[in-house]
């Protein structure tokens, strides 16, 4: 089993920054890709991005303004957030797949999720 614990989420003004870190432990050696997710209120679960190999996913809606980052297999996956805005606000969570990520778009299921962190951004 893998457990993956998020942290560094917050309340931050517009046009602020965070960054969001997830530890994995257990079966660490089972990992193939890790990504992370958010949800708002009243809207489905959505990829934000992801990292598999040297495969990165970034959704339209962070490029630029987001980076996802993890050093090396022990390492706790980042993602560095800019330019925050209102609609950025949402529960992010952590994922991982025990296989590699070669089609963003059908990344499901996920084998591992973190319990979430939360993101608030005021206008």
């Known amino acids: 089993q893998v457990q993956l614990v998020e942290s560094g989420g917050g309340l931050v003004q517009a046009g602020g920054s965070l960054r969001l870190s997830c530890v994995a432990s257990?079966?660490?050696?089972?990992?193939?890709?890790m990504g992370w997710y958010r949800q708002a209120p009243g809207k489905e679960r959505e990829l934000v991005a992801g990292s598999s190999g040297i495969s990165l996913y970034y959704a339209d809606f962070v490029k630029g303004r987001f980076t996802i980052s993890r050093d090396n297999a022990k390492s706790p996956l980042s993602l560095q957030m800019t330019s925050l805005k209102p609609e950025d606000t949402a529960m992010y969570y952590c994922a991982a797949w025990t296989k590699p990520i070669t089609d963003w778009a059908n990344s499901r299921p996920i084998d591992y999720w973190g319990q979430g962190t939360q993101v608030t951004v005021s206008s």
């Open positions: 257990g079966s660490i050696f089972r990992i193939n890709a």
